[in-house]
């Protein structure tokens, strides 16, 4: 699987628009984007995933460049309950690894 | 949402006794994984199952860990005889689909392992 860049940390106010950054230059045809976030202690929660065209559901929207080496999780109104840890992971298949994400404070 | 569970969600043991941390993953889904979280550090893979065999394993993963499907419902990871380094949260995932290829993973909750 691809290796991906965050940022180590972000801060964000509240009710503003949070964008992480993820570069993922060495990223293959058939590999996703997935977003996953933690916050403090608990599992890791799903976000987001795409290939090619941007997504959107209702936690967040996924920007992926047309050449796909860098994509943008963004979160359109960050509320407190969005800080957390975010991981940036590309796969195809089988198993995911995390790296060390962006970890996002949002601020009042 | 579909729920991963774990049991139990804190267990504190004496270094050398061997535990056994439970899954109850999506019921009917092949892939389940185990993860693992040193305090303050990243979440680290430790193995994947399908279909009652073992697909991958970390180089974390050694002899003293096992994982087991021993009633077609829950999933265990057993660690033989606990050091205190195998003090972590370990998290059980199960993807939403019976694949893996373009689905995302549901995560339980975690149990803490403490070992003195």
């Known amino acids: 699987d691809a290796k991906t860049t965050q940022p180590t940390s972000m801060d964000c106010a509240e009710g503003r628009a949070a964008n992480l950054p993820c570069n993922h230059s060495t990223i293959s045809g058939n590999e996703y984007v997935y977003w996953y976030r933690q916050i403090h202690s608990q599992g890791p929660q799903y976000i987001i995933h795409g290939l090619k065209n941007n997504e959107t559901n209702e936690m967040a929207s996924l920007i992926i460049t047309e050449d796909r080496k860098s994509s943008t999780l963004i979160l359109p109104h960050a509320t407190l309950r969005d800080t957390a840890v975010y991981y940036c992971?590309?796969?195809?298949?089988?198993?995911?690894?995390f790296g060390a994400g962006t970890r996002l404070t949002v601020k009042p | 949402e579909p729920e991963v569970t774990q049991t139990p969600s804190h267990q504190v043991t004496q270094m050398g006794q061997e535990v056994i941390l439970r899954c109850v993953p999506i019921s009917n889904h092949l892939y389940f994984y185990w993860y693992r979280q040193i305090l303050g550090q990243k979440v680290e893979f430790l193995v994947s199952?399908?279909?009652?065999?073992?697909?991958?394993k970390s180089e974390i993963f050694d002899d003293q860990f096992s994982v087991e499907r021993p009633d077609g419902s829950n999933f265990t990871l057993k660690i033989r005889s606990t050091k205190l380094e195998d003090s972590a949260m370990y998290f059980c995932?199960?993807?939403?689909?019976?694949?893996?290829?373009?689905?995302?993973?549901?995560f339980g909750q975690g149990t803490r392992l403490t070992v003195v």
């Open positions: 199952f399908y279909n009652n065999e073992i697909s991958e």
């Open positions: 992971i590309v796969r195809v298949a089988g198993d995911m690894r």
């Open positions: 995932a199960s993807p939403r689909d019976r694949g893996w290829v373009n689905t995302e993973a549901f």
